[in-house]
Structure formats: structure tokens, C-alpha cells
């Protein structure tokens, strides 16, 4: 089952703060964010595991909260080089190999100067 | 390190032919998934192939195929090409089976356009 992605668009002014939310109606052992530029490949960018566990990449980090199966990513102070499309994805099983990642629909993040 | 490579970048197919895309993963990677990226749909995962067996697969119909070789290059077959086809072919590669917790590493894609 796809995970539901929000919103599924927002743009900034340089310097903003941005979050998008990822919920899955089934539970969640892990959650996977990747961001893809327009006509690049999709760059992984954290995993967050079962724990409550939250995970950092440059000024981007997130939380994960497997009781309300949602996970949430904060991008602090953004840059132009943010923009792209954020995707969520979360595994069909448990345990550490993560077997077929289902992505959401993606959030496309504008960041303007 | 070379990244994932697949080829080709771009195809131009007509409706009933075939097609084969191909996937060189990053070197010592032995897993390789694949997706179909839509605007529509989003990523939508084909299969999985790790140790030259293909371990998940999606829900798609038949005419989509994969195999893996020994040096764990792996291909994808389309047949009897729809105009729904049409889509960006992503490659993903990683160490293990599944994405692990390194997650993947995804190739630039084949961007296949049926007419």
C-alpha cells in the first residue's frame, strides 16, 4: 500500500522552513527518504528505523513515530539547492533488508531566492 | 567509484515491439531493483533481482521480465509495447537484498517513449 504523501507541493523563499509528512495506513518498521532534481536520479538521504529515532542531513532532518505510522521531514532555513522532489518509501516487510520499497507520490519543494 | 549505469538514456519504441533495458549496478552491489517512475503514478516498483533470482516482484503484467547475470548486470524486458508504457525506467542498486539501511543507489534511467 502507497504511502500518502503531504502537501503534495510547496514553494519557499530562501531561508524557510519546510515540512512534509508521510502516513502509511499499514505499520511501519522503517522509512526511507530519497530527493530527486528535475531529470536526475532519486538520491538517497536518511533512513529512519522503529524508535522514534530522528536522522539528519545537512539542514534536513526527520522523525519517524511508528504508533501514528507517519514519518515527517524538516527542512530548516532552505537552500535553492533543496528543490526537487521529496519522496517517502517504506518497506513491504520488517527487519533490516527493507525488501520492496513502496514510495509515496512525492512532494515537489520549490525553493526561490 | 562508478555510479549505477543504464542504458540506453533514451528509446523511442512503436506499439507491439519489444524492448530491453539494461543495468549495471555499482560494483560489489549484488542486488538491483526496478521502477517505472509516471508523472501519474509515481515510482511504482517492477521486481527485484539479487544473486540472479529475482527475490519481490509488483505488481505489473507479464510482458515485464527481468533477469540477472553473474556479474550481477541485470536486464529488463518489455513486450508488445502499450502506449502506457511509456516512462522512466529506474534502476536502483544495494549491497544486499533490499535496500538495507544504506538504501539505494539509483541509476539516471532509460526514458522509453511508445508511439
Known amino acids: 500500500q502507497q504511502p500518502v504523501q503531504s502537501p503534495q507541493a510547496v514553494i519557499l523563499r530562501e531561508g524557510e522552513d519546510a515540512v512534509i509528512n508521510c502516513s502509511s495506513s499499514?505499520?511501519?518498521?522503517?522509512v526511507h527518504w530519497y530527493r530527486q532534481k528535475h531529470g536526475e536520479a532519486p538520491v538517497f538521504l536518511m533512513i529512519?528505523?522503529?524508535?522514534?529515532e530522528q536522522k539528519g542531513h545537512e539542514k534536513i532532518s526527520a522523525s519517524f513515530n511508528e504508533k501514528k505510522q507517519q514519518s515527517s521531514l524538516y527542512l530548516t532555513a532552505s537552500q535553492l539547492s533543496y528543490s526537487g522532489t521529496y519522496f517517502c518509501?517504506?518497506?513491504?516487510?520488517?527487519?533490516?533488508?527493507?525488501?520492496?520499497?513502496?514510495f509515496g507520490k512525492g512532494t515537489l519543494l520549490t525553493v526561490n531566492p | 567509484k562508478a555510479g549505477v549505469t543504464q542504458t540506453p538514456r533514451y528509446l523511442i519504441k512503436t506499439r507491439g515491439q519489444q524492448v530491453t533495458l539494461s543495468c549495471s549496478p555499482i560494483?560489489?552491489?549484488?542486488?538491483v531493483s526496478w521502477y517505472q517512475q509516471t508523472p501519474g503514478q509515481g515510482l511504482q516498483f517492477l521486481f527485484e533481482?539479487?544473486?540472479?533470482?529475482?527475490?519481490n516482484k509488483g505488481n505489473f503484467p507479464g510482458r515485464f521480465s527481468g533477469r540477472q547475470f553473474s556479474n550481477s548486470r541485470s536486464e529488463m524486458n518489455v513486450s508488445t509495447l502499450e502506449l502506457g508504457d511509456s516512462a522512466l525506467y529506474l534502476c536502483?542498486?544495494?549491497?544486499?537484498?533490499?535496500?538495507?539501511?544504506?538504501?539505494?543507489?539509483f541509476g539516471s534511467g532509460t526514458r522509453l517513449t511508445v508511439v
Open positions: 560494483s560489489g552491489h549484488r542486488s
Open positions: 533481482y539479487f544473486s540472479e533470482t529475482q527475490r
Open positions: 518509501g517504506t518497506p513491504e516487510n520488517s527487519g533490516g533488508s527493507n525488501y520492496k520499497l513502496t
Open positions: 536502483a542498486s544495494s549491497l544486499g537484498q533490499g535496500s538495507g539501511i544504506s538504501g539505494y543507489t
Open positions: 499499514k505499520a511501519l518498521y522503517s
Open positions: 529512519l528505523l522503529k524508535g522514534g
